[in-house]
């Protein structure tokens, strides 16, 4: 192949743009492909145009992860970070170098076509991935407040900013640039879409708190506003500067395109999914059939005058969210579209960013003017009419600030206008410069603000051990598998529930967040309980626990909820049902599950992290569940047992008394035998008042009723107790112990927590659940004294209380839930 001449293949030029001059390109088809297959190592890859490509994909991504390595501890979000790293590789910093600067051989003029190109793909899948994750019935559980809030939010920016524009038009002549690009200014500066907002709450792990779910429903009200807003200008723009017969096809065409999408794309996808039921993932076929269809929405889009952004956006929002369909595309598509190609296109905004042209300049100041008078609208909109709905002043602070922050939406926008000429190269920097600054000071002040683990300091203390046995027991049961099941079952039927012990069952399924924007915290209502032979492992979760309170009919009472939620949020789940339930305990299922042999066949890390948060904010009593029930076979009622044979391993602590509390209760239990083995100390001489007390009576009730054991065992250090426990293998069926022994006890001198697998579990825990002992094991923590600084117990308790009985008409159902303000976004069925 002959050598082609890289000057005489490229000619680069400039041209009067609407704006300032730009540049233009003419290229000739041998620098389009890679011209130098089989030629001779050593030739310059920048020569061709794919090879300059890959180099600018694999620059992006790596770049941008480096800055956003510096951005994260300061709460920054990765839009944020691809910006910033687009802005320093742009004409601001590294692209203001010479011709021979490594920047202008990476990012030649004759390269960008394809990168834009590329980005615009994995936009607009990145936007078909959003509309997915939006759930349409949400509108349904809008309340009148979220609605004031979402409405006065949208409004007042437009009516500072418009009485602005109205004083300072009639004081100065504005140029034609400014009259231009202040409309657009105003609309974006009111606007919150619901999928940068539900990505923020996310990112600080509050998408499932009362204030996430709140500014999750304001975001949607913002939506109707902004779609409303845009239908009405863009109809009045046609019959304005088009013919009457324009507007009608115009209009005409874009309702047969969103009759299309309704009506035939949308029963198409939902049967190929139902054809592919039967099966855990998605066919190829089938997903290649669908990415095919969100081509031709974006293409279609662009043919009747809309940006192919938004014909795949609006096909996301037609079909379900969630599994199956929503859950398996998001997982298909969300690597390559939002991990890879994305940060292509936010890095491309600030490529074209020059921050040096946007400053000074009596144009910019107005700029700047009416874009800071958009976030301060908007801040006000949000605070004032939260404050007079009742919210703290604090959380109404901290919601103003979430609903300021910008994202990938407003950012697209910001190109699309540029690159239609509505704005120029000032006015864009300037946008984007006020959105990085706004949500970066944003973010951390939010999560500095509102903690959620406030709302979750019990008001009093919740324990097993200050509960009178008479006292009816609350258990907030949490299940993440159907396995969790028989051994939970087991543990809540020696929990010796009777007449003058009843027990009230909260049972909480927990799901992770796939497929979906917002978080889901719904109750089951009794009619869906029913077992069909099709029934998920949810139903069967629901049918178990059911036939279990029949056996136990006037004994126990449950009721279920599910929680569907991101991870790393999902103990504001946990815990606002713990509070709201006022539960004495709260059951966890430990992260490792074992196999049949005995041993573990699968650990989830993220169930560990749950966890971890809950036992630190619980407002009450924690027990950790470590399920070794699938060795002994399913459940089966205790009273078809000769014996339920459960261990309680009693050193000294506030947690051990909570397990002995437990313990205590289960003793009372016909079919339940149970062993309290008492570790003492060689050199112990004090005496512990309280401990001696309860182990006095219990000596007492065990001599009487004559089924239970009283032991003690002494030893010398943490290596005898080691030893004494593995000594038991084969002797119980649940061994209870407390999670937390002084660091200083003589029962655990000599064993290192550096050596620790589980430290959550606590020294003689984490002995027990990395044994290979067959025995289930419950570790117990006590909730701890001290929860709510003095002073604040009353303010928080009047201000929520005082929020919730205002608004909880809205939103109740004739659930037992506690009066506060959660009552306003806790979604929950019809």
């Not at 030029?13 to 389009?32: H, I, L, R, W």
């Not at 059911?546 to 136990?552: A, D, G, I, K, V």
């Not at 094991?777 to 009047?798: A, E, K």
Request: charged share 15%.
């Amino acid at each position: 192949m002959a050598s082609i001449n890289k000057e005489a293949s490229m000619t680069v030029g400039a041209v009067t743009g609407p704006f300032s001059k730009e540049g233009m390109v003419c290229q000739y088809p041998p620098m389009m492909i890679p011209s130098n297959v089989g030629v001779r190592f050593g030739n310059n890859p920048f020569d061709s145009i794919f090879p300059t490509f890959l180099a600018q994909i694999v620059f992006i991504f790596w770049f941008t992860r480096i800055v956003y390595t510096f951005l994260k501890p300061l709460r920054q979000s990765i839009l944020s970070a691809q910006v910033v790293a687009g802005i320093i590789m742009g004409p601001t910093i590294l692209g203001r170098c010479t011709s021979q600067h490594p920047m202008q051989k990476l990012f030649p003029m004759t390269g960008k076509v394809v990168l834009q190109t590329a980005a615009n793909v994995g936009f607009n899948l990145h936007l078909f991935l959003l509309g997915i994750r939006m759930d349409a019935s949400m509108l349904k559980k809008v309340g009148g407040s979220a609605a004031l809030i979402g409405t006065m939010g949208y409004a007042m920016p437009f009516t500072f900013a418009g009485l602005t524009y109205y004083t300072v038009s009639h004081v100065m002549t504005l140029d034609r640039t400014i009259t231009t690009s202040i409309p657009f200014i105003i609309a974006i500066g009111s606007i919150s879409t619901f999928p940068v907002i539900t990505s923020h709450l996310a990112d600080l792990q509050i998408l499932n708190s009362e204030l996430g779910r709140l500014a999750t429903y304001i975001s949607i009200i913002g939506d109707l506003w902004s779609f409303g807003t845009i239908l009405t200008t863009t109809a009045l723009g046609l019959i304005e500067h088009g013919s009457k017969w324009m507007s009608f096809w115009a209009l005409f065409w874009i309702t047969i395109f969103v009759t299309t999408i309704i009506f035939i794309f949308r029963p198409f996808i939902i049967w190929l999914t139902k054809s592919n039921s039967q099966e855990e993932t998605m066919r190829e076929t089938h997903f290649i059939i669908v990415l095919v269809i969100v081509m031709a929405c974006g293409f279609s889009a662009e043919v009747i005058g809309l940006h192919a952004a938004f014909g795949s956006f609006l096909l996301g929002v037609a079909l379900p969210d969630g599994p199956p369909l929503g859950s398996a595309l998001v997982q298909k598509l969300d690597t390559i579209a939002t991990g890879l190609l994305l940060p292509v296109f936010i890095a491309i905004s600030g490529l074209q960013t020059d921050l040096l042209s946007a400053a000074g300049g009596h144009s910019s100041a107005i700029t700047e003017l009416f874009i800071v008078l958009g976030y301060i609208g908007k801040f006000m909109g949000t605070l004032l009419p939260a404050l007079f709905c009742g919210l703290p002043y604090w959380e109404a602070v901290t919601l103003a600030l979430i609903m300021c922050c910008k994202g990938v939406i407003e950012v697209a926008a910001y190109i699309m206008w540029k690159d239609a000429g509505i704005i120029d190269d000032q006015v864009f920097a300037l946008l984007l410069v006020t959105m990085l600054i706004v949500s970066g000071v944003a973010r951390p002040m939010v999560a500095h603000l509102y903690d959620p683990a406030k709302r979750y300091m019990a008001y009093g203390r919740r324990t097993m051990l200050e509960s009178h046995n008479s006292i009816q027991l609350r258990i907030l049961i949490c299940v993440h598998q159907e396995d969790n099941v028989p051994t939970i079952l087991s543990l809540l039927d020696a929990s010796n529930s009777t007449r003058l012990t009843p027990i009230s069952i909260f049972v909480l399924h927990l799901m992770e967040l796939t497929g979906s924007a917002a978080a889901v915290l719904v109750p089951h209502l009794r009619t869906q309980s029913q077992s069909t032979p099709n029934a998920t492992g949810a139903e069967h979760t629901v049918s178990a626990f059911r036939q279990f309170e029949q056996q136990h009919q006037g004994n126990v009472a449950v009721q279920h909820f599910t929680a569907i939620a991101p991870y790393a949020s999902m103990h504001n789940d946990i815990c606002s049902i713990a509070q709201d339930k006022r539960t004495t305990i709260v059951i966890l299922p430990f992260h490792k599950r074992w196999a049949i042999d005995g041993r573990v066949g699968l650990s989830n890390p993220s169930i560990r992290t749950v966890n971890i948060k809950v036992i630190k904010k619980a407002p009450c009593s924690v027990g950790v569940l470590i399920d070794r029930g699938q060795i002994g076979g399913k459940w089966s009622s205790l009273t078809s047992r000769s014996s339920y044979r459960v261990g309680l391993l009693f050193f000294s602590g506030a947690d051990d008394l909570e397990a002995f509390a437990y313990g205590r209760r289960m003793a009372q239990h016909p079919h339940v035998n149970l062993t309290v083995i008492r570790f003492l100390h060689e050199c112990q001489t004090h005496e512990k008042k309280l401990e001696d007390e309860l182990i006095c009576e219990y000596r007492a009730n065990a001599l009487m009723m004559g089924k239970n054991r009283y032991k003690e065992k002494i030893v010398g250090d943490g290596v005898e107790t080691t030893q004494a426990i593995h000594a038991m293998e084969g002797d119980f069926d649940l061994v209870i112990v407390g999670r937390y022994h002084e660091p200083n006890s003589p029962f655990i001198r000599g064993l290192s927590t550096e050596w620790c697998e589980c430290p959550e579990l606590g020294l003689i825990g984490d002995i027990l659940a990395s044994s290979d002992s067959q025995f289930s094991v419950l570790v117990v923590q006590q909730q701890p004294d001290g929860s709510v600084p003095p002073g604040m117990l009353s303010t928080v308790t009047s201000k929520n209380k005082s929020f919730g009985s205002k608004l909880a008409s809205e939103f109740s159902d004739g659930e037992d839930f506690t009066p506060d303000y959660s009552k306003l976004v806790l979604e929950v069925g019809e």
